[in-house]
């Protein structure tokens, strides 16, 4: 999904006929329309050419990266892939490839590997997981697939790994949380009123979530040139279900809390008596601080490029995160991860695990469920390869040593 002119202007064509539907408080599809007093007799008309979400339900054969997003593209309106931009123009979106893509693997040769043996295996906070990858929180699935993140949920657990449930989900969080067999865990959007925090991450911890993940990056608006000129479409139709009073929800979502502190980090904790994963720290200072107020990992993320734009790409601050770290704590590490070798280098620079965003959204476009389990065989694959490749037997056994991490 590369931002060109020739994109922005295809989009604009075909989405003249949008409505304008104001200002979101975050990204469209990280915070969809705050859900209404009570559900609508009629609902509001869809935009004419919003179109609807794919109900495609079967494995998905994928080649490429560019090529699950190419055809995922074409399985929805152009309004509604939009919704799955970045922020701006794109420089940190692009930024966050360009970084992956610096960094050489290394090979060893003659190391006895054993290709059965290869091992992917590893854990975090008590979970164990076939592979190093699990999936991103993602806020909206409703507008892409029509089940939603039941389907994406499913799709994971199918595979094996752990599923974040966004705190701005279009399903509410109890049927996400049985729509998967494997370990979950809930990422919050603070809201001002403190008790409704407190709710949410109690009603978290009884639905079987095993951690609460604070996103500490998403504090504006973090909308592309693209979605603005498509005039901001959104389905009004789609409400954010944890707080949506037909699945017993309460509370306004949009109104968010602004003023994140580290103080949120212990609150967080007292109020589940969960573990709690920070997302989007990575300055070294705030790592650390973050650790001095009880995180238990640290996310390191600038948010798939959807919040601040000309920021650097994330796979440069990894390695600052993990001296700052100091193996206290797992390091998570997302946006731009597209491929096994780009987990192999996440994983080799230090982190424990990667979490898989927009691949899984087009899986989930072309495929649902299934097409959300073929991307995480389709990436342990090529991980598995690029190990006998490089001459290493496990997943826990890499280290900066197998990537030539002094190029970034
Ligand atoms: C459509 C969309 C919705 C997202 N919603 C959320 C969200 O609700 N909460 C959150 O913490 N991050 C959200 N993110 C950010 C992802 O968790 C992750 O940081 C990002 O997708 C990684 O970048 P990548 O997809 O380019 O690899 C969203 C990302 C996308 C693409």
Partial sequence: MRPSRRNLFQAVGAGAALLAAGTPDVNAADAPATPPAAAPATPPALPPDFGKASSANNPVNIVSPEHLEATARKTISPGRFAITGWSGEGLTYRANRASLDAT?????????????????????????????MITCPMGGHGSFHVDAEVATAGGTGA?????????????????????????????????????????????????????????????????????????RPRDPTLTVGNHDPRYGGRGNFGDLKRDLSFSDISFLHEAS?????????????????ALASGAAAIWVSNHGGR???GGPGSFTLLRPAVDAVQGRVPIVFDSGVRRGVDVFKAVSMGATVCAVGRPVLWSLMCGGAPGVKSVYDWMAGELHSTMLLSGVSRAKDLTPRNIAATKI
């Fill in 104 to 132: 050489p693997i290394l090979t060893r040769r003659l190391q006895r590997i054993d290709e059965k043996a290869i091992d992917l295996r590893t854990s975090i906070l008590g979970h164990e997981l076939p592979f190093p």
């Fill in 159 to 231: 595979a094996g790994t752990l599923y974040v449930s966004s705190g701005a989900s279009t399903r509410p969080m109890e049927d996400i949380a049985k729509a998967t067999p494997g370990p979950k865990w809930f990422q919050i959007y603070m809201n001002r009123d403190m008790e409704l925090n407190r709710w949410l991450v109690q009603r978290a911890k009884g639905a079987g979530f095993t951690a609460i993940v604070l996103t500490a990056d998403a504090l504006g608006p973090g909308q592309s040139d693209e979605y603005i000129a498509l005039g």
């Fill in 273 to 289: 008596g969960l573990p709690v994963v920070v997302k989007g720290v990575v300055e070294p200072e705030d790592i650390r601080e």
């Fill in 307 to 309: 919040q601040m734009d």
